[in-house]
């Protein structure tokens, strides 16, 4: 992950976009948009159909997740967060939220 957010910074460096939370804001509504579009995709329907959706609308899957990636990345490195340490520790906390046997018992995290 960290070669990632250093290629990341390097990428918006030779741009010219300089390490500044100015536009910190545009940045997460960038990754709200990109969760829109996606959702859009798949709103309203039920899980079968949702499949089928995602298998159709496979490029545009791919599209989304890189583009958050990208977006979560910079946010990462122009909040000076380390974004596998941050990652690390979330599946940590992951493992004690959502426990194997339990969520193999109920099928879905939200019941816990």
């Known amino acids: 992950m960290k070669n990632f957010q250093e290629m990341v910074a ?3 460096l030779k ?3 300089e390490k500044d939370t ?3 804001k545009d940045f997460l509504l960038n990754l709200c948009e990109e969760v829109g579009e996606a959702w859009n995709i798949i709103k309203w329907v039920d899980g079968d159909t ?3 959706l995602i ?3 496979k ?3 791919e599209d989304f997740v890189g583009d958050s990636l990208f977006l979560i990345l910079k946010i990462a490195w122009l ?3 380390d974004s596998e340490a941050a990652l690390r520790r979330t599946l940590a906390d992951y493992e004690k939220r959502f426990p194997v046997d339990r969520v193999k018992e109920v099928k879905h995290g939200n019941p816990l």
Do not use: Q, S, T
């Open 50 to 52: 949702v499949r089928e």
């Open 10 to 12: 390097e990428f918006n």
């Open 55 to 57: 298998k159709k609308h």
């Open 59 to 61: 490029d545009e899957y």
């Open 79 to 81: 909040a000076d967060v």
């Open 15 to 17: 741009r010219g976009w």
């Open 22 to 24: 100015v536009y910190m």
